[in-house]
């Protein structure tokens, strides 16, 4: 394992995590951040750099995070601004069909309704709908395939040389990244003012519907946490994918490969409480150098 910066913690928000001492060349010295004793995490703060990264840098499956990137591709495509809600999108069969599956996280859309392409990325991004994140790739390039050519090219600009997506949900075991990659996506989906009002959203709904659909990061407004993307399954484990926001300053986390081999939901929760740790031991960090 490797690390490249290391944080002042109460030792009672150590608990349950592994520690190591910093490496040489640490660019800030302290003592421990508890990094996962798991997996793989990396961390930065805006104005700062890079907090460091624990684990080896393989590629490993990352479940519902994927949809950070499907989300991105979209909004470049579609730009919205704040209040602006976009064009009208009619739900297909299959997507409607897909709602009633118990076997995926999925959004109870209903076939021939039209829902504005800002509350798409809500259902895709909140409660985390597989079904809409397929519909939102048939709308847009025709096909997922097609879609998927789109996200890999993507990858490849913004330098995410150890990620591949093969579906736009992360249903798919094949979906690989690591940890440092998917925070460089992280630092450019922030940018959007739109993405970053979607994934600070407690919950949302299907437009006629009164059900809330609560966000699947229940991190959320904890430690400066505003976003942004949780992810599991049996073999990704737990993913999370988070954004804060301490004392001016931007930070953002991934973590992946919590708990694998397990079940979907205690995979989930391994990855929500390794985050919570590692928030709030950056917001302590920061609440005390500023």
Excluded at 91 to 100: G, I, L, Q
Excluded at 228 to 246: D, E, F
Excluded at 250 to 258: D, E, H, N, W
Excluded at 271 to 284: C, H, I, R, T
Aim: charged share 20%.
């Amino acid at each position: 394992m490797r690390r490249s910066l290391v944080f002042l913690l109460l030792a009672s928000a150590l608990s349950g995590c592994a520690t190591m001492p910093p490496v040489s060349g640490a660019t800030v010295p302290g003592v421990l951040l508890p990094w996962p004793a798991e997996g793989q995490a990396a961390i930065e703060v805006e104005g700062v750099g890079s907090l460091g990264a624990s684990g080896e840098p393989n590629p490993v499956p990352i479940a519902s995070v994927t949809k950070v990137m499907t989300a991105y591709v979209i909004l470049r495509r579609h730009p919205l601004q704040p209040g602006d809600d976009g064009p009208l999108i009619k739900v297909d069969r299959t997507a409607a069909d897909e709602s009633h599956t118990l076997r995926e996280s999925t959004a109870p859309v209903r076939e021939g309704q039209r829902v504005r392409l800002r509350r798409m990325l809500e259902l895709m991004l909140v409660p985390s709908g597989n079904n809409v994140a397929r519909l939102l790739a048939r709308w847009d390039a025709g096909s997922q395939e097609r879609f998927v050519e789109r996200m890999n090219a993507t990858a490849h600009r913004l330098g995410m040389s150890n990620t591949r997506y093969t579906g736009v949900s992360g249903n798919e075991d094949s979906t690989v990244s690591i940890a440092a990659d998917q925070l460089k996506l992280a630092r450019e989906a922030m940018r959007d003012p739109v993405f970053r009002e979607v994934v600070a959203q407690v919950d949302t709904a299907v437009p006629g519907d009164a059900r809330r659909l609560s966000n699947t990061n229940t991190l959320l407004r904890r430690h400066g946490v505003i976003g942004i993307k949780t992810g599991s399954g049996t073999a990704a484990g737990g993913n999370l994918m988070w954004a804060s926001h301490v004392r001016g300053r931007l930070v953002l986390g991934v973590i992946l490969g919590q708990a694998s081999g397990t079940n979907p939901v205690a995979a989930k929760v391994a990855a929500l409480e390794v985050g919570g740790k590692m928030s709030a031991a950056v917001e302590q960090w920061l609440l005390n150098r500023w």
